[in-house]
């Protein structure tokens, strides 16, 4: 029987085992045991085998994790890493080689930015930036040694957007790997494999653990480019724990209800806040004012739970509401059941020059919201006592 996402999500576990247990074991073991010393050595003997070793190569509940993420994006395959960095690091060093050339959106997670221009150039790994805004500018910088196109859409904390399926066509064109970060979506929003992506990756970290607990990334893709990963982070080490796994993989079962909530809340808070004298601009991907709103439209089917807004007043006024706030967290993470709030130019941009912060879409009186699952009308009420204090 074919089933839909949703009921993949939950239904897709671990086999169950002779204890014959409902919910999902958990399998926290750093190794594995064999019947015999042949067995042994034929589990060494072949990269290919599906047998477990040792928990940084594979682990059953990690498994478990992967084939979800995987069934989900429409992926043949998967590997699950540390952190979401981990799944961005380990892409980049897996694909690129000495000579190389990267394309990148300038409108990337910080971290993100930092390997490109920071790291990457070091092992002779050369980057172009182009705005997501204006995605005719891509082509001009391809290269005959450009080996990657690197997305985030809809991006941190910018929110901007890029139609997948037009930079798809490109690469393919050019034979170039496109790789996304579809971190702020989540598989129950966007699969932009279905629109050409090569590579998708996460930062489970977000809403896919959904409450703020653990850290985790997966990247997904077709098999042949998954082997090739593996291999790195089964060598090199950025494994994602089983523990940290089975967290993940529990959460994955509320995932589409929960991306619905913060949706509706989200567009709410949106189109609310959009009135207030003291906000000069709201940015949502299915608010009509956004600038690629027919795009996320066509390629997502609502628009996330991340909203931001401009604060008239600068990052006087950015501090001023982050202050006010009374039941909204202010922390840096974001895809948690708890509405948080950030100002990126005083806190996670500081240390960017101005011009930087203006490149990656980082005005001073920038908010972002990562609109929680609480009342909506309680979220809201927050906002505006606060909006009234600055
Ligand atoms: C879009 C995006 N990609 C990657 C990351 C990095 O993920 P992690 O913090 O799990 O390493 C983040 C973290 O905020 C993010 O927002």
């Known amino acids: 029987m074919s089933h839909k ?41 072949d990269d ?63 971290s993100t930015h930092t390997i490109l221009t920071k790291y990457l150039p070091k092992w002779g790994i050369e980057y172009s930036y182009f705005d997501m805004d204006e995605p005719a500018s891509i082509e001009p910088l391809i290269r005959s040694n450009t080996r990657m196109l690197y997305v985030e859409t809809p991006s941190n904390p910018g929110l901007n957007i890029i139609d997948l399926e037009r930079v798809a066509s490109l690469c393919r064109v050019h034979n170039i790997l496109l790789v996304v970060d579809n971190c702020f979506a989540t598989p129950a929003v966007q699969q932009p494999i279905q629109f050409g992506a090569d590579l998708v990756l996460h930062s489970a970290t977000k809403f896919i653990d959904g409450q703020g607990r653990v850290l985790g990334g997966v990247v997904v893709g077709k098999k042949e480019l998954i082997q090739q990963l593996y291999l790195f982070i089964r060598n090199t080490g950025p494994s994602m724990s089983p523990f940290n796994a089975w967290v993940l993989s529990k959460s994955l079962e509320t995932l589409f209800i929960r991306m619905d909530r913060h949706a509706a809340s989200a567009l709410y808070i949106a189109q609310q806040v959009q009135e207030h004298p003291q906000v000069s601009l709201v940015r949502y991907p299915f608010l009509p004012t956004h600038p690629q709103y027919h795009i996320a439209k066509k390629q997502m089917s609502n628009g996330g739970g991340i909203v931001t807004f401009e604060l008239k007043g600068g990052v006087e006024s950015g501090r001023a509401f982050l202050n006010a706030l009374q039941m909204i967290s202010r922390t840096n993470n974001l895809g948690d059941s708890r509405t948080i709030a950030s ?26 919201v990562s609109v929680g699952l609480e009342n909506v009308q309680d979220i809201l009420d927050d906002i505006k006592q606060a909006l009234s204090k600055c």
Do not use: W
Request: aromatic share 8%; glycine share 6%.
């Open 5 to 45: 996402p949703e009921t993949k999500a939950i239904r897709i576990q671990t086999t169950q085992t002779s204890q014959k247990e409902h919910a999902t074991p958990l399998f926290l073991t750093s190794s594995f045991t064999y019947d015999s010393a042949e067995d042994m050595a034929a589990a060494f003997a």
């Open 48 to 110: 290919t085998l599906d047998v477990n070793i040792y928990s940084r190569f594979s682990n059953p509940s990690v498994d478990e994790f992967v084939n979800k993420i995987a069934a989900l994006e429409g992926a043949e395959d998967g590997v699950a890493t540390g952190t979401g960095m981990a799944a961005v690091f380990a892409t980049f060093m897996t694909f690129l080689s000495k000579g190389d050339h990267i394309i990148s959106a300038s409108a990337v997670f910080g």
């Open 343 to 368: 100002h990126p130019a005083s806190t996670t941009h500081s240390k960017l020059t101005e011009e930087e912060r203006q490149a990656v879409g980082i005005t001073p009186g920038l908010i972002r």
